[in-house]
């Protein structure tokens, strides 16, 4: 119960007596505890108060507890209080989404092992979740490679992570920014909370305010019943906010509130709520021009940027590629029963291209190459399906000799550099050599380059 300790609960109950009476063997439980004695001072005091557990007496001189009980068992555990206890009741107000069922009058070690059991429970349901969303990102929890470029960035993010201030992560499209994000939570002391992603332009403003702040019963059509929304669901965790320069001024200020006071409120809502979160943006756009253009909140982009993490693009790290693209083999499903491996060639060409859709596109790509190349081992320039860049035109003058050759070691040494450039391409070849496809298949078989 040591978790539990100073937690809220609600007791529901008209009966003066034992309200107090329940209310105060919950307190030595070192349970925070608030009794009300009608459905209408509870409802007042749900304006207020978020209650980690509620127990609800079914008969109310102002409302039946099992019709009141579909509305509180979506957002509190409910343990449900009867003196009219049959096999009906129970089954109703299981059904109606009870946690627990308690007949009075109530054997009080029963009441404290009911109580306990509920609010483990909940916490468990909430820790399931939690460690959930946590294996999915683990699947991609650390940084593949060891250039300069992206040590760099891993040199950041271990002197960041511990402090709890804002960070603001840059980057192409493509680049891993979220993998950062995890990165920096999973150094944090807040590792062990939630990480919790949302995309800040996938959505409408108004649904995008609801996603994030959460909303009140009736804030909108639709609206049936409250939701809390993600920044809640962060509490002691992080909130990776992607895509930040998308969002709308009026949703910059109320973000920016957030930052300033720790408190925002539901969409819908009246009462201020507390948010122990620490935010991680990421974005592709110059956000500090957009600010001195009037399109982002100046008072906004100095509370993200306190930290900032540019992340390189692929083009920038060529010599991680070979270890990104054994990380993509082996967790693709192919690797269970192939263990592929990329050709010298195709791995040259794959260090030689210039990513504009960064690692995403890398891995779209190897795991094409696996697909397509089937059951054979090897992966070849054939499987990788992108366009090769035009060979450059090469100048024999520029080819240097330490001896005298002869003409025809000449030709030979020269169409064996242009077969190396082209990656065996014919057609490439071809254009390089200013010669026909049927000259280059001669020459390829004449040299025994196959």
């Known amino acids: 119960m040591s978790g539990s300790k100073g937690k809220k609960v609600l007791i529901i109950e008209d009966d003066r007596v034992f309200n107090q009476l329940v209310s ?99 916490h468990l349901r909430e820790e399931c979740q939690f460690l959930r969303s946590r294996t999915q990102a683990s699947e991609r929890s650390f940084m593949i490679g060891s250039s300069p470029a992206i040590l760099r960035v891993a040199e950041m993010i271990e002197a960041v992570a511990p402090a709890d201030t804002t960070v603001l992560i840059q980057g192409e499209s493509g680049v891993g920014k979220e993998l950062v994000a995890q990165e920096v939570h999973r150094r944090s002391l807040r590792a062990e909370q939630n990480f919790v992603p949302l995309d800040c332009c996938t959505l409408q403003e108004n649904l995008f305010e609801s996603e994030l702040f959460g909303h009140e019963r009736g804030a909108f059509t639709g609206a049936d019943r ?25 949703i910059q200020a109320k973000l920016l509130r957030v930052l300033e006071t720790g408190q925002f409120r539901r969409l819908g809502g009246t009462k201020d709520l507390g948010a122990d979160v620490r935010i991680v943006a990421a974005t592709n756009r110059d956000l500090k021009a957009m600010a001195a253009e009037g399109q982002f909140r100046k008072d906004l982009y100095y509370r993200l940027s306190a930290i900032v993490i540019t992340v390189p693009p692929l083009s920038a790290r060529l010599d991680d590629i070979p270890a990104l693209i054994q990380h993509f083999i ?17 791995l040259t060409f794959m260090q030689g291209y210039g990513w ?24 070849g320039t054939e499987h990788l399906g992108i366009d090769l860049p035009a060979p450059p035109r090469i100048n024999p003058k520029s080819e240097a000799f330490d001896d005298i050759p002869t003409l025809e070691e000449m030709k030979e040494r020269y169409v064996r550099h242009v077969y190396r450039r082209c990656d065996g391409h014919r057609s490439k070849m071809s254009e390089a050599l200013d010669v026909s496809e049927r000259n280059v298949y001669r020459l390829i078989e004449k040299y025994g380059l196959k």
């Open 226 to 250: 409250q939701k809390k929304g993600l920044i809640e669901v962060a509490d002691g965790g992080t909130l990776f906010l992607d895509e930040i320069g998308e969002i709308s001024p009026a």
């Open 24 to 122: 105060k063997q919950l307190r030595n439980l070192g349970l925070n505890t608030t009794g009300a004695h009608s459905w209408g001072e509870a409802r007042a005091f749900l304006g207020e108060n978020e209650p980690a557990l509620i127990l609800l007496d079914i008969q109310l001189p102002d409302a039946s507890g099992l019709e009141i009980l579909p509305e509180l068992a979506p957002q509190y555990p409910v343990i449900v209080l009867t003196a009219f206890g049959s096999v009906q009741s129970a089954i109703k107000a299981i059904r109606g989404g009870a946690s627990e069922y308690l007949m009075k009058p109530v054997n009080l070690d029963e009441l404290e092992l009911t109580v306990t059991r509920a609010l483990e429970n909940a």
């Open 356 to 379: 504009p859709g960064n690692i995403r596109e890398l891995r779209n790509v190897v795991e094409r190459a696996i697909i397509l190349s089937r059951d054979d081992v090897e992966i």
């Open 330 to 346: 082996d967790n693709h499903d192919f690797s269970r029963r192939i263990q592929k491996r990329f050709s010298p060639d195709a």
